[in-house]
């Protein structure tokens, strides 16, 4: 080797030294030695081999960095640098929140927001089109009152949509309900340039990094009304690959579409592929009805269209997933998974890892038919600690029982269904510590997870799910993703304490490069 190459070979290398390291083969650990995108050495600093760059940790903890495994990355970013305008107190200070935001825009950018509301206003001068127009400078804008069934339009979006003036509920004043609210909005939703897409979606994942996640799962829901959702697809999954940010995994929710989804960039085919709904707007399917009305919710995919979707991403070579809540909907996957194990071998499809989103309601049976297919669990601790519960939203849809038995973590890891865990972000915040305490303090005690094995599932167990093995331990020769923690304990806090603080993150590392550190 020449003097050349192993100078090369050194200024690719960072020593992160000075704190310690949660790695199972080398416990007493105070340093890593990245080369590149990989751990190439654990150990004492005082053995470490030479490098180009040295990181001090300054006491801190590094531990593998969190995988967030289903999150929708633009309505993560609206959420964070949106416009919000509930609780403000007047029309003019909505149009003042207009004015400074539509300032942040390019001249084509797309003003819509949502939540003002006229009878907590101080000042009852109403918010008028030609007032929003001015302070949207000029811009395409409607802001949609609280109700969500009402808004007003810009002059400008009346004039380039004529259409709407044909609809149900259009008034000339530009104060619009019903069929033309409806239309303004969609009309909007689907006019966001993408480069204002990927901004709203570089927050988001700038966030995500400053909470220790080294990658998210996107779970793009296709949208026919829009033309730009298959390229803010293939935009996310590229800003992924960009140095200073996590990683970007993305799921294409079409039924069987993987070419397409595997020529826009997807690493999966489905995601949020809805085998069913939601409890909360009784489409969850069940296999007995709901407590609070005689429906059994909504069945979107049969076993036959599971069948089909799997052979689809077998043929393309992209693992695939659905979205089921409830026992019905997990049974027909599993019913579509056991079709497609008749034609081509139990050892394929489980080679596949495909998974379940959500996963909610599922019984013992249910629990050892996914084990059978080697399926993953991608499960929202944060839904049971938010609507779990005796007295919670899914005890009034489906009774206190059946609400209790709702999200069986530790059935199913104890039974050996592989779980990842995520926050459906923006349904529930982007907050994996939040998430492993919810999975440490589930509702029911008979569900808990250890703290461990919740760790397990927010950090490897998101990359398993992945397909990724090579990542989420702290061992040399696997990929740099970690996160330094300011925990000055031997080890992970026990967030079954309610006291317990969540750590505070110092710095994350994503395929080896910096992608947060706190100022
Ligand atoms: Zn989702």
């Known amino acids: 080797m020449s003097l050349l190459d192993s100078t ?15 790695s199972p083969t080398h416990p007493a650990a105070t340093a890593l030695l990245t080369d590149g995108d990989r751990i190439a050495w654990i150990g004492d600093e005082t053995d470490a081999p ?73 000042d009852p001068a109403p918010l008028t089109s030609e007032a929003l127009g001015k302070a949207a400078g000029g811009r395409l804008a409607y802001l949609s009152r609280t109700c969500g069934h009402t808004g007003v339009a810009a002059p400008r979006l009346l004039a380039e949509h004529p259409e709407l003036a044909a609809l149900d509920g259009y008034d000339p004043s530009g104060l619009l309900t019903r069929a033309a609210h409806r239309a303004a909005r969609a009309t909007l939703n689907a006019a966001v340039p993408l480069s204002q897409r990927l901004a709203i979606a570089q927050a988001g994942l700038t966030h995500a990094a400053s909470l220790g996640i080294a990658a998210i799962a996107e779970m793009a829901i296709p949208n026919d009304a829009d033309p730009l959702t298959e390229a803010e697809f293939s935009g996310l999954v590229k800003l992924g690959r960009e140095p200073g940010n996590p990683a970007v995994y993305g799921w294409w929710g079409e039924l069987r579409a993987t070419e397409k989804a595997r020529d826009l960039g997807a690493h999966g085919s489905g995601g949020d592929l809805s085998a069913d709904g939601s409890l909360g707007a009784r489409t969850a399917f069940l296999r007995t009805p709901y407590a609070d009305e005689d429906t059994l919710g909504a069945q979107y995919l049969t076993a036959s269209d599971v069948a089909a979707h799997l052979r689809d991403a077998h043929r393309f070579g992209l693992s695939a997933a659905f979205h089921a809540i409830g026992d019905g909907a997990i049974a027909a996957v599993l019913d579509g998974l056991d079709r497609v194990e008749a034609e081509i071998g139990l050892d394929a499809v489980r080679h596949a890892r495909h998974r379940i989103e959500h996963a909610e309601l599922l019984d013992a049976q249910l629990i050892a038919r996914m084990v059978h297919h080697g399926v993953h669990a991608s499960v929202q601790p944060a839904f049971d600690a938010a609507w779990g519960g005796p007295d919670g939203m899914y005890a009034a849809r489906l009774g206190r029982d059946r609400a209790l038995a709702a999200n ?88 079954s304490d309610p006291d317990a603080p969540e750590p505070e993150c110092r710095l994350t590392v994503a395929e080896g490069s910096l992608v947060y550190t706190r100022a």
């Open 408 to 495: 069986p973590l530790s059935r199913l890891a104890g039974v050996g269904v592989p779980l990842a865990f995520g926050s459906d972000s923006p349904v529930t915040a982007l907050d994996p510590w939040g998430g492993v305490r919810a999975a440490v303090r589930h509702w029911n005690p008979v569900s808990r997870l250890p703290m461990a094995a919740a760790f397990a599932a927010a950090t490897r167990g998101g990359w398993r799910a992945l397909g990724i093995d090579d990542s989420g331990s702290l061992v040399p020769n696997t990929r740099a993703n970690f996160t330094v923690w300011d925990l000055t304990g031997t080890g992970l806090p026990d967030l």
């Open 8 to 22: 090369e070979r050194t200024s690719a290398r960072t020593l992160w030294r000075g704190g310690r390291v949660l």
């Open 50 to 122: 030479a490098a180009g760059r040295t990181v001090d940790l300054e006491g801190g903890l590094a531990a593998p960095a969190f995988v967030d495994s289903h999150v929708h990355l633009t309505g993560t970013g609206a959420a964070l640098i949106g416009l919000h305008l509930a609780g403000l107190p007047s029309a003019a200070v909505v149009l003042e929140r207009v004015d400074s935001f539509a300032a942040s825009l390019p001249a084509d950018g797309i003003v819509l927001a949502h939540g003002w509301d006229e009878t907590a206003w101080d």
